[in-house]
């Protein structure tokens, strides 16, 4: 499954009352859910293990935990927001475990070269001239982009760009600072920026398209 897909509904119609069935015990509202969601969790957590075993292995333990524990949920806050929290912490697990090289605690303080405030807002990395390509090829060009980006600059790009949490958000499910969420973001999109004008340059003849 490719990272980048085409934008998906936030949210069910009437998503609370589902929710509140799906509290009571009912397995038909629950799935709906599942339903609903389980591609962008998958997506989500493949975006963190950069592995497909493990991103549905992940699938499987967020909606298990997800069904045992949403009597907890509180409904005046976003399910997916929620969901969300429960991915990332399956997939942060998962790769603990592997004790993946690359690996960087995504909850450590901010570094040194992530300021107490971000000075300035980067233009969105999705706005550039590789639009002449066709929508498959592009989602393939931004996913290996993505793909290859830092970890903890990655998980930051993907929730705020493409599943299009709030920075709030981003920084309660991530246990960060908005100000470290900020700095990552851009930190991020200038990578790709960067990472994706060096890829088109080095193909004319697809760019002339």
Do not use: C
């Amino acid at each position: 499954m490719e990272l980048i897909e085409l934008p998906m509904p936030a949210h069910l119609e009437n998503e609370a009352a589902v929710v509140r069935r799906a509290q009571m015990g009912d397995s038909e509202s629950f799935s709906i859910l599942v339903k609903q969601y389980e591609r962008r969790i998958y997506r989500l957590s493949y975006a963190v293990t950069k592995n497909a075993e493990d991103a549905e292995d992940v699938l499987q333990e967020t909606f298990l935990k997800a069904y045992s524990s949403i009597g907890r949920f509180k409904v005046e806050s976003r399910f997916y927001t929620w969901l969300v929290r429960i991915a990332m912490n399956e997939s942060i697990t998962k790769l603990r475990r592997k004790r993946a090289p690359s690996w960087v605690s995504l909850d450590q303080p901010a570094r040194s070269d992530e300021p107490i405030s971000a000075s300035r807002d980067v233009e969105d990395w999705r706005d550039n001239p590789e639009e002449s390509y066709s929508g498959t090829e592009l989602r393939a060009i931004l996913s290996k982009a993505l793909l290859d980006l830092e970890t903890r600059l990655r998980i930051v790009v993907v929730l705020r760009d493409i599943e299009g949490l709030s920075t709030e958000d981003t920084a309660r499910v991530l246990g960060l600072s908005v100000a470290a969420v900020k700095s990552r973001l851009m930190r991020g999109r200038l990578q790709l920026r960067k990472r994706l004008s060096s890829w088109f340059e080095r193909r004319p003849i697809l760019a002339a398209k």
